[in-house]
């Protein structure tokens, strides 16, 4: 087989090279016609976005976010020691009278222990009667011996007294007749000395009863009645401790019994029941049956819609301008009402990720009494801070700052021509013009997109990015570095509406 040659059905390279070079002559020819025709005539297809100045009035506005809530909230909460479980609860948003079921709670536990403490409460019941007797029975004998036997021993000993006195009397007698008849010898000496022992037994023994009456009245009286004093103060103390210990475990009784009344909650006052999570500055978990709730937390609250308001975070770079008494737009639903400011935080609401670091101060806006408001209902706040009349104004979106300073680009019937401002108040939209434009100008809406110049004053580092203010701020102007930013922001977003005004 004699091999195939190839060689007649692709060109060479020198065929091949000819064919390249057409086709780039061709491709040149194109291109240069596509850029000469640029170059020529650029003024018929360069177009811009512009904004005429003009005087007007421009409000500053603060523009937040928030949620209607109740100035005065009647908190509804658990008061079982030590918690309980939710047995069944009302549905949130219900409108309930005085003396309506909120919460049922779990109760046999407390009625376990309300049977317990009857026990308790009435054992120290029956100590208590004891004591009582044992104090009566401890006066009676108090009483019973000075009133009885003491004064029963007492006759007892003077009649003893007595009788001796009387024998002791007939003795003497005996004794001096004996000494007569034994002075005439009729009796002898010893008949006389038994007289005489007679009158020393009865004068011993009358001297033994003197003694036995004079220590009952020092001595045995003051001891027997010691001991029955100090048991009748032993048995009024002991009844004291158990009156004591039965008024604790009668407070302990009514204590639990009074639990057992708080497993059932009733509203004291009419209105619409919510959860506590949707008051905005409380973050109580919602409850439910089943649910573990503690003692002292908040289950239900029931607010006052006649004191209603709204509470946004404002951020802290306007803060400073806020004051007390401004007043505020209230943008619900369908609904537009009036407030004020009544109050502003001091302390700075928790920044970090979870708020995408913006720090900001609680503000409360108070609005009037309106039908139709219900907690929860979000609200779009509008502050006004300040009310610029007949000033010349310039759209943030026209501003570019640098180190350079604050400058716009006027519209000339040669071109473009940059001009410095000094620039007072702003509202993120719109920037007071104290100097640098007059009235009918034509300014351009997007600089940084038309303008060389613009470009390359827009790469310079800021001013004093320390403080995010360019070198004219005036008054407590918001501008800076942040309104560069709002400038290039605002650009693409607002340049067309703006030039439909315009023209």
Same mark, same amino acid.
């Given at each position: 087989m004699s091999s195939t040659d190839f060689s007649d059905s692709y060109p060479t390279k020198r065929s091949l090279t000819p064919f390249l070079w057409g086709i780039i002559i061709v491709s040149s020819v194109v291109v240069a016609g596509y850029y000469g025709l640029r170059w020529i005539q650029p003024s018929a297809v360069k177009s811009y976005l512009t904004h005429r100045i003009g005087r007007g009035n421009l409000s500053i506005v603060v523009t937040e976010n928030g949620a209607?809530?109740?100035?005065?909230?009647?908190?509804?909460?658990?008061?079982?020691?030590?918690?309980?479980?939710?047995?069944?609860? $009302?549905?949130?948003?219900?409108?309930?009278?005085? *003396?309506?079921?909120?919460v049922r709670l779990d109760q046999s536990q407390i009625e376990d222990k309300i049977l317990q403490q009857k026990i308790v409460y009435e054992n120290a019941l029956a100590n208590k009667i004891t004591a009582e007797s044992d104090v009566s029975v401890?006066? #009676?004998?108090?009483?019973? @011996?000075?009133?009885?036997? @003491?004064?029963?021993?007492?006759?007892? %000993?003077?009649?003893? $007294?007595?009788?001796?006195?009387?024998?002791?009397?007939?003795?003497?007698?005996? @004794?001096?007749?004996?000494?007569?008849?034994?002075?005439?010898?009729? #009796?002898?000496?010893?008949?006389?000395e038994g007289e005489r022992f007679s009158v020393n037994s009865a004068k011993k023994d009358l001297l033994l009863k003197q003694t036995r009456l004079s220590s009952l009245e020092k001595y045995n009286k003051e001891k027997t009645t010691q001991e029955l004093r100090s048991k009748l103060r032993a048995a009024q103390a002991k009844l004291a401790s158990f009156e004591a210990s039965l008024e604790l475990e009668k407070t302990r009784l009514?204590?639990?019994?009074?639990?057992?009344?708080? =497993?059932?909650?009733?509203?004291?006052?009419?209105?619409?029941?919510?959860?506590?999570?949707?008051? +905005?500055?409380?973050?109580?978990?919602?409850? +439910?049956?089943?649910? #573990? %709730?503690?003692e002292q937390q908040t289950l239900l609250m029931i607010p006052d819609v006649s004191q209603m308001q709204v509470k946004v975070g404002v951020h802290e770079s306007k803060i400073e301008r806020l004051k007390i008494g401004m007043p505020a737009k209230v943008q619900l639903q369908d609904l537009t009402l009036d407030g004020t400011v009544s109050e502003i935080a001091e302390v700075t609401r928790p920044a970090g990720w979870?708020?995408?670091?913006?720090?900001? @101060? !609680?503000? #409360?806006?108070?609005?009037?009494? =309106? !039908? *139709?408001?219900?907690?929860?209902?979000? +609200?779009?706040?509008?502050?006004?801070?300040?009310?610029?009349?007949?000033?010349?104004? $310039?759209?943030?979106? +026209?501003?570019?700052?640098? %180190?350079d300073g604050v400058a716009c680009w006027v519209k000339t019937s040669d071109g473009t021509q940059k001009r410095p401002l000094r620039l007072g108040d702003t509202n993120d939209q719109f920037t007071v013009v104290l100097d640098g434009l007059m009235e009918g100008e034509e300014v351009l809406l997007n600089p940084l997109a038309e303008a060389d110049e613009a470009q390359q004053m827009a790469l310079l580092p800021n001013a004093n990015p320390s403080n995010g203010k360019g070198e004219n701020d005036d008054k407590g102007s918001v501008k800076g570095k942040s309104a560069s930013t709002e400038t290039k922001t605002l650009t693409n977003t607002k340049a067309v509406n703006t030039k439909k005004a315009a023209h």
């Open positions: 209607v809530e109740s100035g005065n909230n009647k908190e509804i909460k658990c008061m079982v020691k030590g918690g309980s479980t939710v047995l069944w609860v $009302i549905e949130t948003g219900t409108l309930v009278k005085i *003396g309506d079921e909120l401890a006066e #009676i004998s108090f009483k019973e @011996y000075l009133e009885g036997t @003491y004064e029963e021993d007492k006759s007892n %000993v003077e009649k003893e $007294i007595f009788e001796s006195e009387q024998a002791l009397r007939k003795s003497e007698l005996a @004794y001096e007749s004996a000494l007569r008849l034994s002075a005439k010898g009729v #009796i002898k000496e010893l008949q006389l009514d204590r639990e019994k009074l639990q057992l009344e708080n =497993c059932v909650i009733r509203a004291d006052t009419a209105g619409m029941v919510i959860f506590p999570s949707m008051a +905005a500055w409380k973050e109580t978990p919602d409850i +439910a049956e089943g649910a #573990i %709730v503690r979870w708020t995408g670091n913006l720090v900001k @101060y !609680d503000t #409360i806006i108070k609005l009037k009494p =309106c !039908d *139709g408001l219900k907690p929860g209902m979000s +609200a779009v706040v509008d502050i006004v801070l300040t009310e610029h009349q007949d000033v010349l104004t $310039i759209p943030v979106a +026209a501003i570019v700052e640098s %180190v």
